[in-house]
Structures are given as C-alpha cells and as structure tokens.
C-alpha cells in the first residue's frame, strides 16, 4: 500500500532501520550528541535564530507558541481545522481572541488583517497557518507577516509550518516562531514537534508560561543539548538519519526544486483528467481535488489500486480527496498514484483509460528539469 496521505507521511526504511537500534538513555553524552546534531540540522531548517524540540503532536508546539507568546489578545485566521484549533487554544487558555473567518479555498487577507489590528490595536499576536492542509491552501503568510510587523513590530506572528517547512523556503524574516511537525515533510513518525524562535520572541517568552510547554525551560536546557523532561529519543535518532538523506539526495535547496517541480506536474496531470483544483492558492504540500466522486476515487484507490490518500473533513467531508507531494517521494511512486486515479475514474466511467495523466506528468517533469 503506498501510503500518500498529507501526514502522516511513509517513514524510509533507511530511518526506520536507524530507529530500530537499542534505545538510549537521554541524561548521557551519548544521546546528547545526538541531540547536538539534530539541533544543528534544525537551526540551518528554520533559518532562524533558535530552534527546540518538543516530544507532542504539532499541536503542542501550537499551544507553546501561543502560551508562551501571547499576553492578551491573539488574532487567528480560520480558513481550515487547523485555523479553528488556533482560535480554540487562545479562548482555552482564557485570552482574547479576534478570528478572521475564510472559506477552505480562500487564502487571507493582508487588508483584512490591516483593518483587524486597526480596530484592536491592543493584539499582540496573530497565528496562521502556511499551509492550511485541511483544504491544501497556501496562505501569503509572508506578506501578512510584513504587512503586521510594519504596523507594530511588537506583534509577535506565529506561523504554524506543519505541512510548509520541508516543503518549501519560508522567508521568516518577519515571523516569530514557526512550526514543524514530524510526520510530514520530515518524513518521521509522528510524536516529535519543532519551533524556531526569532530574537524578538525569545525575548518576549522571558521566563516562560505554563509547565511542560515553558518554552523558556526547554531553550535554557537545549542550548545545552538536553530537554527539559524526556526527550522522543527514537524520533530524534530517526530526524538525523532523514537529515543525511536530504543531504545525500542534494541538500535542502535540490528538495526545494524537486518538490515544487512534482507539485506542478502532479496538478498539470490532475488538470489533464478534467479533475477541478480545490484551493485558489494550491499549496506545495499536497494536491486538493474537489470532485462529485471523490470518496469513490479513494475507495477504489485503496482497494483496487494500492493507494491511500486523504478525503475532506466537516462541511468538505467526500467532496475532496488530498494527495500528498511532501518529502523524498520517487517519480515512479508518484507516476503510479497519478495512473492509479485515471483508472478509477474509467472504472467510474468517466471516460475511457488512455493514459493521459502519466503523460502530462512526466512530459511536466521533464520540461522542468531542462
């Protein structure tokens, strides 16, 4: 089964071998060596100036940021579950909250965002998705990051990259901490959770909020090589080994080129079946198909043809299917999910099987690589 959901993503055997070795206590040099590397890897990753570990879901690093960031009153932008949960985490920790509401296919606005700090001056954070993997939306979160600190540099922006760092350069340039999660683009198991902090926001987290989440604990600890409780020391090995085989495959800029290049080809072959391109501002990460058989496409794909891809969640509940392009994925495997939706859709009989989408596919590719 070739598993091709947005996260998780399929762990390479190489990572999963490396995994596999005897667990390591993590109060040792040993580990913290290990722990050193992976941190260095990290820092280069985000471009930013620090960057911790947290041993959760995306999620937690989601909830530290906004614990640790924001003071008062926090604007979020919905355009997806992973916008909503933004909101939900601010009102569950007793803060103010202003939500800027779009469509799943619909990116922000940066005049929107303008007019909701012009009429809540007292925000000191905004959070936002890069990519909203809910609908596949990539959001201008660079532009909206300029547009804010412009207008108060002491905002403290928030940028979750769960389903964006790995997948593309991200110009952090006016982003505060931004997040990543194992189980996408890194290509790990799920459980491991990372953010990189900007100068301004090490300075605003001070002493830290909360208790396992206290950002402050785990920089003082991890400039240092440690955490400060347990560290996900498998996931760890494991982020180093998927570290080296991004180097061996051309370093961070060759994964850049390649997964943008096959984002572009696996939409061109998509297009090339008739099939319609949910979101208005695709994101990288994955391609988001609304389609009246879309839940039939998955099962046939699952049962028939060995694919597992990702449906639609609420209100797009069988009305979209996801397809996944992050991390190392090889041509061939992404030539056959390509092949395996034309020939569901003829087995619905939606036209006759010719072949179509692996020609767009690899013709894309090749013109790319020229």
Same mark, same amino acid.
């Given at each position: 089964m070739l598993l091709f959901t947005p996260g998780p993503t399929p762990v390479p055997e190489a990572v999963r071998v490396a995994m596999s070795?005897?667990?390591?206590?993590?109060?040792?040099?040993?580990?913290?060596?290990?722990?050193?590397?992976?941190?260095? #890897?990290?820092?280069?990753?985000?471009?930013?100036?620090?960057?911790?570990?947290?041993?959760?879901?995306?999620?937690?690093?989601?909830?530290?940021?906004?614990?640790?960031?924001?003071?008062n009153k926090a604007l979020t932008i919905n355009a997806g579950k992973f916008g909503e949960r933004f909101? %939900?985490?601010?009102?569950?920790?007793?803060?103010?909250?202003?939500?800027?509401?779009?469509?799943?296919?619909?990116?922000?606005?940066?005049?929107?965002?303008?007019?909701?700090?012009?009429?809540?001056s007292d925000i000191d954070t905004i959070a936002i998705q890069v990519c909203e993997s809910a609908g596949g939306l990539r959001h201008p979160v660079e532009e909206i990051a300029k547009a804010v600190k412009e207008i108060n540099p002491n905002i403290m922006v928030i940028a979750d990259g769960i389903t964006a760092v790995g997948v593309e350069p991200i110009d952090v340039s006016n982003i505060d901490a931004l997040?990543?999660? #194992?189980? %996408?683009?890194?290509?790990?198991?799920?459980?491991?959770?990372?953010?990189?902090? #900007?100068k301004s926001a090490i300075e605003r987290i001070g002493k830290g909020s909360g208790y396992y989440f206290n950002l402050a604990s785990e920089i003082a600890k991890q400039q240092k090589n440690t955490t400060a409780y347990t560290a996900a020391t498998t996931l760890i090995i494991g982020l180093n080994k998927i570290f080296d085989l991004i180097e061996q495959d051309g370093g961070l800029g060759s994964l850049y080129k390649k997964t943008a290049l096959r984002s572009k080809a696996l939409i061109a072959a998509l297009e090339a079946l008739g099939l319609e391109?949910?979101?208005s501002?695709?994101?990288?990460?994955?391609?988001?198909?609304?389609d009246e058989n879309?839940?039939?496409i998955r099962k046939l794909l699952k049962t028939k043809y060995g694919v597992n891809i990702a449906g639609g969640q609420d209100h797009l509940k069988g009305k979209i299917f996801r397809v996944n392009n992050m991390g190392l994925i090889s041509e061939g495997d992404m030539l056959w999910v390509v092949d395996s939706i034309e020939s569901a859709m003829a087995d619905l009989g939606r036209f006759e099987y010719s072949g179509v989408g692996a020609k767009v596919f690899s013709k894309t590719m090749k013109e790319g690589l020229k």
């Open positions: 070795e005897p667990t390591l206590h993590h109060r040792t040099p040993e580990f913290e060596a290990i722990f050193k590397e992976a941190r260095e #890897s990290l820092l280069k990753l985000f471009a930013m100036d620090e960057a911790i570990m947290i041993a959760s879901s995306g999620t937690g690093a989601m909830e530290a940021s906004i614990v640790n960031l924001c003071k909101g %939900k985490i601010v009102k569950a920790h007793g803060k103010e909250l202003v939500e800027l509401k779009y469509e799943w296919n619909t990116p922000a606005s940066v005049e929107d965002v303008k007019k909701a700090l012009s009429e809540h997040i990543a999660g #194992s189980q %996408k683009a890194l290509m790990l198991p799920p459980g491991l959770a990372m953010i990189g902090l #900007s391109i949910y979101p501002t695709p994101a990288k990460a994955m391609a988001t198909v609304i879309a839940e039939d």
